[in-house]
């Protein structure tokens, strides 16, 4: 027992001087809040692309302007209709899919929220949210 107490404390320890020398070096990048600026239709595609495939190729509807006035995007299922376009009864139990849009590095990375899954945004240009 006293043994695997002295190996958890030397890991432990390696764990802290490994992430202390990592932000002196500045190796951990800064993530903050980040916003779209200038959408484009190739980085609107993209994101509608990206947001796709996060949720295993479901199709979404996303505004031009997505993510270019919160850094969070929120994508709900559409509620079920009859034929003729009328909403069927009954609740949607589904938790929301959310997504966070992050300036790392200089780059654009969205994140989502649900499974931490990240992509860099290629075509899209970001900027910190206020």
């Known amino acids: 027992m006293l043994?695997?107490?002295?190996?958890t404390r030397?890991?432990?320890?390696a764990f802290c001087v490994w992430a202390l020398s990592s932000c002196k070096n500045g190796t951990m990048k800064e993530?903050?809040?980040?916003?779209?600026?200038d959408p484009t239709p190739a980085s609107r595609a993209e994101l509608q692309n990206i947001v796709s495939t996060a949720l295993h190729g479901a199709h979404v509807n996303?505004?031009?302007d997505a993510l270019?006035?919160?850094s969070t995007l929120v994508i709900e299922r559409q509620p079920r209709r009859d034929p003729l376009g009328n909403r069927l009864p009954g609740r949607t139990l589904e938790t929301p899919e959310r997504f966070h849009l992050l300036l790392s590095g200089g780059k654009c990375v969205l994140v989502h929220h649900?499974?931490?899954q990240r992509w860099e945004l290629?075509?899209?240009s970001c900027r910190a949210a206020d």
């Open 3 to 7: 043994k695997l107490l002295g190996i």
């Open 10 to 13: 030397l890991v432990s320890l």
């Open 31 to 37: 993530e903050i809040a980040a916003l779209i600026t």
């Open 62 to 64: 996303l505004a031009d």
């Open 68 to 70: 270019t006035e919160s």
């Open 114 to 116: 649900n499974s931490e």
């Open 122 to 124: 290629r075509e899209a």
